[in-house]
Structure formats: structure tokens, C-alpha cells
């Protein structure tokens, strides 16, 4: 085993609790010593990230914007102190600016019509101005400047599903490891939302995104009552010959600390050697556009579904922590779907 990732898997190990820690160990000590390594390997790529920034201070922005009140309203106040003391002089100013006489003032009663001062001002009539007609709106609308995805093929996988499949499956070539074939996920740490219920919410809104751009796009499923391997999301993939697979997730990490965006990508296969700078491209665009932090990305042979797609473009977008209350908070906030849609989309543009 590479000593380098026996000090990564130790370093996680003592951060965890200790219930969790001796849960892991019972683990690696009943499974097959052919299997360990592949194990150690794939749980030091998934969480071995360095903890990110936390969010700026939410009293420091507070007191900003009282400073900045503040200053405003001394501002206003320095502009009224002059004025009152130079009233006259400036009515006049204002009078001449907007083409009246000069000593022209408002008077202090309204006249018969209704209308402060000597004259009649224009003001606007009951009538409504026409307005066109709005357009139908699209389920998910897009800019009019949107990227033109036309001619692109795009399956989408919403990560997990309902129910379990315990079922194992190998998780490719080149490695004996095998996972279950299917599991739920992760579970909100504050909310209790199930990651296959935000995922499948996310890749909905990308599909309407994505179409409305130009592209085909197809989902492995769109309802939570499956049961599809993830050899078979893969599969799916494969049929409708993609231009990209992108996977969508919200994990849970071993501790609270960990958020941001992370994409996992393939060691193997056609893209390997641009995969790794892609996948840290899509993270850094998607977290900028829905305010988290860039975790990069990590390429591994770890996952079934990237492993079975390689001879195409594989992406899978962890687009937050649910395991992390900011990171929980913030995916399940009105239009963060959205936005990661159009990073998808910007990313997918080139």
C-alpha cells in the first residue's frame, strides 16, 4: 500500500469520532485483505480535502453595512445643512436646470385643479401604457444569451435512488473492490433532505436548462422509485452515445468541517488526460456561480459509473456537503439549482 495514502487514511481516522472510528476498523478487519487497499484508496480520494475557508464573518458584513448607512445619511445630512442655508440661490439653480423662470417657487396650497404652483405641470394620465404581450414561459427559462449547447447529447444521472440494492457489483477493471449496486445517500445533517431527493430536484431543473439551450438531454431517471445500478446509469449513457455523463451528488463527509464543490473524474479512458483539469474547471465555475468554495477535482477509479462511461466525457459534480449545515443550507436555498444549472451550461460551452 502506497505509504502516502496510509497517512492520509490515518489522518481522516483521527478526526472522526470514536464510534466511528472503531466501526471502521471492524470494517477493514472483516473484509478480504485483497480488498483493503482498494477500500483505504477509494475513502482517502472521497474525503482526504484540505478544509476549506469558511464563509466570511456575518458580523463583519453586518457592521459593514451599518458603516456604510451611516455614511450615508451624514452625506444626506451635509447636503441639506447647505441647502437650507442656501435656498434661494438653489431653487433658482434647480429652476433654470428644468427651464423654468428663474424666481419661479411652488406655492404652498394647491390650486383649483389640484396641482402645486402657478402653472399646470404634465404629470401622467390614468391610462395604462400597452404592454406586450409576455411569451409563454418555458418551465426553466434561460437567458437570451445563453450558451448554444445545439448538437450536444447530455445524460444526466441524479445520484442514488429510494431504496437499497445490496447487491454487489465490481466497480471496473483493474481493481477487485466491489460496492453495492445502489444505496440513498447521504441525509441532510439539519434538514433530514435525502440526497436522492436534492439530486434528482437538481438534474430536473439542468435538463430544462440545458434543453433550453439547444442540447438532448436524458436522465437515468426521474422519479426516486428505481432500481438502477450504477453500471447501468453508465449503460445509459453508453446507449444514446453522449457527448457527456454528468453525475449529480451532495455527499456527507466524515466530519462537519468539509464543504464546497468537488468532481470526481476517471483515471481511465479516452479524456484521462485532460479529465483532471476539466473536472477542476467545472468545480471552480459552479461554485463561483452558487457562492460555495472549489474543492477541484479528484481522479480516481474508484466509481462504478465513471469507470463503465470513460470512452466518455464523466463528470461527477458533488455540489455541496450535506453532512455540512452552510453547505446544506445553501443547496437547498431557492435558485441554487438553477444557478448550477447555468454553470453546467457555461462549462459545457467551452
Do not use: W
Request: glycine share 8%.
Amino acid at each position: 500500500m502506497a505509504e502516502d495514502n496510509l497517512t492520509k487514511f490515518k489522518e481522516i481516522l483521527d478526526k472522526l469520532p470514536k464510534d466511528k472510528r472503531k466501526f471502521l476498523y471492524k470494517r477493514l478487519h472483516d473484509m478480504p485483505e485483497s480488498k483493503r487497499e482498494a477500500y483505504i484508496e477509494g475513502f482517502v480520494d472521497k474525503y482526504y480535502i484540505e478544509p476549506p475557508k469558511e464563509p466570511k464573518d456575518k458580523a463583519s458584513s453586518v457592521q459593514s453595512i451599518l458603516v456604510g448607512v451611516l455614511a450615508a445619511l451624514a452625506i444626506v445630512g451635509l447636503f441639506y445643512f447647505v441647502y437650507v442655508f442656501n435656498k434661494t440661490a438653489m431653487d433658482k439653480k434647480f429652476n433654470q436646470m428644468f427651464g423654468m423662470p428663474a424666481d419661479e417657487t411652488f406655492a404652498s396650497e394647491t390650486d383649483e385643479s389640484g396641482i402645486i404652483g402657478p402653472e399646470p405641470r404634465h404629470f401622467p394620465t390614468d391610462t395604462p401604457t400597452p404592454v406586450p404581450e409576455a411569451a409563454t414561459p418555458t418551465p426553466v427559462p434561460v437567458p437570451i444569451d445563453h450558451p448554444d449547447l445545439t448538437g450536444l447529447v447530455i445524460v444526466i444521472d441524479p445520484g442514488h435512488q429510494e431504496n437499497y440494492n445490496h447487491e454487489l457489483e465490481e466497480i471496473g477493471s483493474g481493481t477487485p473492490a466491489e460496492k453495492e449496486k445502489a444505496t440513498p445517500g447521504a441525509t441532510g445533517v439539519s434538514t433530514g433532505v435525502k440526497e436522492y431527493e436534492l439530486t434528482l430536484e437538481y438534474a430536473l431543473v439542468m435538463k430544462g436548462y440545458l434543453e433550453g439551450c439547444g442540447a438532448t438531454v436524458i436522465l437515468t431517471r426521474e422519479t426516486n422509485d428505481v432500481d438502477l445500478s450504477n453500471s447501468d446509469r453508465a449503460q445509459i449513457a453508453l446507449d444514446n452515445d453522449a457527448d457527456y455523463f454528468i453525475r449529480i451528488h451532495a455527499d456527507a463527509a466524515p466530519t462537519d468541517d468539509y464543504r464546497g464543490v468537488k468532481v470526481y473524474v476517471p483515471s481511465t479512458g479516452d479524456y484521462a488526460s485532460s479529465a483532471a483539469s476539466e473536472g477542476a474547471r467545472l468545480a471552480q465555475t459552479v461554485a463561483d456561480n452558487i457562492g460555495s468554495v472549489s474543492l477541484g477535482a479528484v481522479q480516481s477509479n474508484m466509481y462504478t459509473g465513471l469507470n463503465r462511461a470513460d470512452s466518455i466525457r464523466s463528470y461527477q459534480l458533488v455540489v455541496g456537503y450535506l453532512s455540512n449545515d452552510y453547505d446544506e443550507t445553501l443547496l437547498g436555498a431557492e435558485g441554487t439549482a438553477y444557478k448550477t444549472a447555468a454553470a453546467v451550461a457555461s462549462f459545457l460551452a467551452g
